[in-house]
């Protein structure tokens, strides 16, 4: 019985909103999302959670879902690995390169409270 309760816990997930993109995520895992100004250890709170789904059940909202929280904690900030931007013009004498790193923050999903 006590390998069903808590194979329940794992079954429950959310979509939530964080930097302009929507993600996924249940309790346990690590994501990477767009940095947030919050220092490392620190738990924050999502209220922007888009659905909740526990097994079979799914709560949809329009276009959030009313009193649903997620809790996370700041695992690290760090930079992503670099893109390099290449243009060129065929027969112009014209190449420029450009590279760019995007900044995120790793966050550690806790509790899901819908």
Do not use: C, W
Request: hydrophobic letters at 40%.
């Amino acid at each position: 019985i006590r390998l069903q309760n808590s194979y329940q816990e794992v079954n429950m997930y959310a979509v939530i909103k964080t930097g302009g993109k929507q993600y996924r995520v249940a309790s346990g895992e690590k994501i990477k999302v767009e940095q947030i100004a919050a220092d490392v250890g620190q738990e924050i709170v999502i209220d922007q959670v888009l659905a909740v789904g526990n097994g079979a059940e799914l709560k949809v909202g329009t276009p959030l879902v009313s009193g649903a929280t997620v809790k996370a904690t700041v695992v690290a900030h760090g930079k992503h690995d670099k893109v390099h931007i290449f243009k060129m013009r065929r027969r112009k004498h014209y190449q420029k390169r450009q590279g760019h790193r995007q900044q995120f923050t790793e966050l550690q999903i806790g509790a899901i409270a819908a």
